[in-house]
């Protein structure tokens, strides 16, 4: 998220933690598409503009 940033205390300690959860992230992104689904990303951040939203998923299922 582009409004996203590190905390200032333990900094490692939350570099290390959106690592592994990107890490994680790719995998589960990863085993949906190895069973045949399709999915789309929204962050959180992302939930303060309902039209960026909608234009998203129209976007997404305008393909199927």
Partial sequence: CK???????RKE????KFKVNLKRDAEVQEKIKNIGWQSVVIWEC??????F???RL???LIRF
Avoid at 3 to 8: D, E, R
Avoid at 13 to 16: G, P, Q
């Fill in 46 to 51: 992302d939930t303060r503009n309902i039209s």
């Fill in 58 to 60: 129209r976007n997404y």
């Fill in 3 to 9: 409004y996203a940033s590190t905390p200032k205390t």
């Fill in 53 to 55: 939203i909608k234009k």
């Fill in 13 to 16: 300690f939350w570099e290390n």
